[in-house]
């Protein structure tokens, strides 16, 4: 290398140890103090590019960072928190429709009515003697009304919810208890059917609107009653 | 505080001034160069735990910051600013050292002036302290292409402060 290829070298690294470098200032008294200077020069330069740096830039980076962490932590939460309630919330909502609707879907229609009679067994415990106008007034909603029922008391008639239609909840008194009656628009079958739990047994007959489940803990009054609803029931359609 | 935020505490006490002077001499407006030095503090914040070794800390910093400055700069390039956006200083601003405050107003007007593809290594190698293997690295040249520049840089700055200041300055006989 020449004197001019050293002093680029030295230009480019002004701290350069390659050895070549090293040598050749060692026998050139011009390029060594070329070096020697650039070496002051490159001390003035280095000083000269620190330019004062703005008071608190640090502590102004490290507070923001903070902040965004704070705030990220912040947001990790909340949506921590919201997927935790949406998912109790699914959870919740999943139970409440798989075990009212699912299962109800599911079920058979005789199921649907002892599960309907169960969950309402306090009706079984009203005594409004009902007059056949007022329990009418529930059942002209349905397609049916009734004629007369001599002999009978009706402790309760009011409308009730029966798988995806409205129907009519009915409940009749006689000597060895009471008699529950489930008129139920929609729910159309082909023949007459039984059912059965552990505390009642009951009938579901067709009629021209869906059917209607007679049910009562006593089997004996259920016949007697089907005999006499069937005469006085006036199908509406 | 957890081990993330106490590297990168580290890391701002550690780089924080040399990123601010490299952003400086590159943009060469202070609350700009604050600015950038902050996102790419926040930018690495947000990107830690990519950061493989904590050796190459200062290099990821380096970079993050010029892809800030291109960003900011938005389709200007880097190396195109004009250098109508150079600021007059004064010179009571700069620190005293081994050079007066005058030859050092005179040395920074000077590298100010400097064309900005050859200021980018020549900074990398005076603030940042890399070779130019590294500095070709970082900006994606050659090292031989690194070497020209950083030697133009300095053979430029010679020329300025000649013709500038003939009799001020003490190396450039």
């Keep these: 290398?020449?004197?001019?290829?050293?002093?680029?070298?030295?230009?480019?690294?002004?701290?350069?140890?390659?050895?070549?470098?090293?040598?050749?200032?060692?026998?050139?008294?011009?390029?060594?103090?070329?070096?020697?200077?650039?070496?002051?020069?490159?001390?003035?330069?280095?000083?000269?590019?620190?330019?004062?740096?703005?008071?608190?830039?640090?502590?102004?980076?490290?507070?923001?960072?903070?902040?965004?962490?704070?705030?990220?932590?912040?947001?990790?939460?909340?949506?921590?928190?919201?997927?935790?309630?949406?998912?109790?919330?699914?959870?919740?909502?999943?139970?409440?429709?798989?075990?009212?609707?699912?299962?109800?879907?599911?079920?058979?229609?005789?199921?649907?009515?002892?599960?309907?009679?169960?969950?309402?067994?306090?009706?079984?415990?009203?005594?409004?003697?009902?007059?056949?106008?007022?329990?009418?007034?529930?059942?002209?909603?349905?397609?049916?009304?009734?004629?007369?029922?001599?002999?009978?008391?009706?402790?309760?008639?009011?409308?009730?919810?029966?798988?995806?239609?409205?129907?009519?909840?009915?409940?009749?008194?006689?000597?060895?208890?009471?008699?529950?009656?489930?008129?139920?628009?929609?729910?159309?079958?082909?023949?007459?059917?039984?059912?059965?739990?552990?505390?009642?047994?009951?009938?579901?007959?067709?009629?021209?609107?869906?059917?209607?489940?007679?049910?009562?803990?006593?089997?004996?009054?259920?016949e007697q009653l089907e005999r006499e609803l069937a005469a006085q029931i006036i199908d509406l359609s | 505080m957890s081990r993330a935020e106490s590297t990168f505490e580290a890391l701002v006490n550690a780089y924080s001034s040399d990123l601010y002077r490299y952003a400086y001499w590159l943009c060469k407006e202070q609350p700009l160069a604050e600015d950038l030095v902050q996102e790419t503090y926040m930018r690495a914040w947000k990107s830690l735990d990519k950061l493989d070794k904590l050796e190459s800390a200062k290099a990821w910093l380096f970079t993050i910051l010029r892809r800030e400055l291109s960003r900011h700069l938005g389709k200007q390039r880097m190396d195109l600013v004009a250098l109508d956006h150079v600021t007059e200083e004064d010179p009571n601003l700069f620190h005293d050292g081994q050079l007066g405050k005058v030859e050092t107003w005179v040395l920074r007007q000077a590298l100010k002036k400097i064309e900005p593809q050859y200021l980018e290594p020549l900074l990398l190698q005076v603030i940042g302290g890399y070779n130019c293997d590294e500095i070709g690295e970082m900006i994606a040249i050659k090292k031989g292409a690194v070497m020209t520049r950083v030697c133009r840089a300095r053979q430029q700055l010679r020329q300025l402060l000649l013709d500038d200041n003939p009799t001020k300055l003490r190396l450039v006989k």
């Design chain 1, 1 to 222: 290398m020449n004197c001019i290829d050293i002093r680029n070298q030295l230009l480019a690294d002004p701290g350069s140890q390659d050895h070549a470098i090293r040598s050749h200032l060692n026998d050139c008294a011009d390029c060594s103090r070329f070096a020697n200077d650039l070496l002051v020069f490159e001390s003035d330069l280095n000083r000269a590019s620190k330019v004062e740096v703005p008071e608190g830039l640090a502590s102004r980076i490290l507070l923001r960072q903070r902040l965004a962490a704070e705030k990220n932590r912040r947001k990790k939460y909340g949506m921590a928190t919201a997927a935790a309630f949406l998912l109790s919330f699914t959870v919740v909502i999943s139970s409440f429709f798989s075990f009212n609707l699912g299962d109800v879907d599911s079920q058979t229609l005789e199921q649907v009515v002892l599960q309907h009679i169960n969950d309402e067994l306090y009706h079984l415990q009203d005594h409004k003697n009902l007059s056949v106008q007022q329990v009418n007034s529930v059942l002209k909603n349905h397609g049916n009304q009734l004629k007369a029922l001599p002999g009978r008391t009706i402790n309760y008639a009011g409308a009730c919810p029966i798988r995806n239609n409205q129907g009519a909840h009915v409940i009749v008194g006689s000597d060895s208890g009471p008699i529950t009656v489930l008129f139920m628009p929609g729910e159309f079958i082909e023949s007459r059917s039984h059912l059965k739990d552990k505390r009642f047994q009951g009938v579901i007959v067709p009629t021209g609107h869906g059917s209607m489940a007679i049910v009562a803990e006593d089997p004996q009054q259920i």
